[in-house]
């Protein structure tokens, strides 16, 4: 069964996902406990209004690869920046990986995904692998996008690009019970715990100041936030 450990960095909590290899999986695919198996009918350049994001009106919505494979960095999958949008059922799961052996000591970084994520995957990754997740496009981080970036973020949304996606600022979130809600500042998609800013685990009414100099925010399993300054 696949499990969250909870990682210590400095005085704040976060969630990092561990995979362990699916029972139903005959190639080894890492899942969150749930079937890995390929949903149907992926949707190219999905809505972001599914997602929660706010969208960078500016990029093409091409599909760079599908999101059901297992993908060699450098033939199949080009190091960059790619993204993931619409996925509602909390089944889409990647990883970037080191080499081919299935192993855990292979995981360079891996994800559990609702709503969006975005991934950078670099020259020194072996695999890039994509379980059950809308179908990925490539993103040009220095792309400043066009329009006004949201002011509120869907509390499960996932990933969204500071300053495209949302606005930078302080947002609230109230009424998390669960203690389910997790929120990430990050200054890259990289998804190490260097690129992590902060973070924090949530119950009740959380608060974060979201800096311009932020790559990305992340918020998974709490309320809506919606921003106050």
Same mark, same amino acid.
């Given at each position: *069964?696949?499990?969250?450990? +909870?990682?210590?960095?400095?005085? /704040? ?6 995979? /362990? ?23 190219? $350049? ?38 993931? %949008?619409?996925?509602?059922?909390? *089944? ?5 990986? +080191? ?7 292979? #995981?360079?970084?891996?994800?559990n995904v609702t709503g969006t994520s ?5 020259a020194g990754d072996k695999l890039f ?6 179908? &990925?496009? /490539? ?13 509120? !973020? +869907?509390?499960?949304? $996932?990933?969204?690009? =500071?300053?495209?996606?949302? !606005?930078?600022?302080?947002? +609230? ?5 669960? $203690? ?12 190490? #715990? ?7 685990? =949530?119950?009740?009414?959380?608060? =974060?100041?979201?800096? /311009? ?5 992340? %918020?998974?399993?709490?309320?809506? &936030?919606?921003?106050?300054?």
């Open positions: *069964m696949g499990m969250k450990k +909870k990682i210590v960095l400095g005085a /704040a909590v976060g969630f990092v996902v561990i995979a /362990a290899v699916s029972a139903n999986s005959g190639d080894g695919d890492k899942s969150d406990g749930k079937s890995s198996s390929a949903s149907a009918d992926r949707k190219a $350049g999905s809505d972001d209004a599914k997602s929660g994001s706010g969208g960078d009106k500016s990029e093409k919505r091409e599909v760079a690869f599908s999101g059901d494979g297992t993908f060699e960095v450098g033939k199949d999958v080009k190091p960059g920046t790619y993204r993931t %949008t619409g996925n509602t059922d909390g *089944m889409c799961y990647w990883e970037r990986a +080191k080499d081919a052996s299935g192993e855990m000591d292979s #995981l360079i970084a891996n994800d975005y991934v950078t995957v670099v692998k994509s379980t059950d997740c809308e179908d &990925w496009e /490539a993103v040009d981080e220095k792309a400043k996008g066009t329009g006004s970036p949201a002011t509120s !973020a +869907k509390g499960d949304g $996932g990933m969204y690009r =500071v300053g495209v996606d949302l !606005a930078p600022g302080t947002y +609230k979130s109230t009424g998390n019970t669960d $203690g389910m809600c997790y929120w990430e500042r990050a200054k890259d998609a990289q998804h190490s #715990l260097n690129s992590i800013r902060a973070n924090d685990n =949530v119950t009740g009414s959380g608060i =974060v100041t979201i800096s /311009a100099d932020d790559a990305y925010f992340k %918020t998974t399993g709490c309320k809506d &936030w919606k921003k106050t300054a």
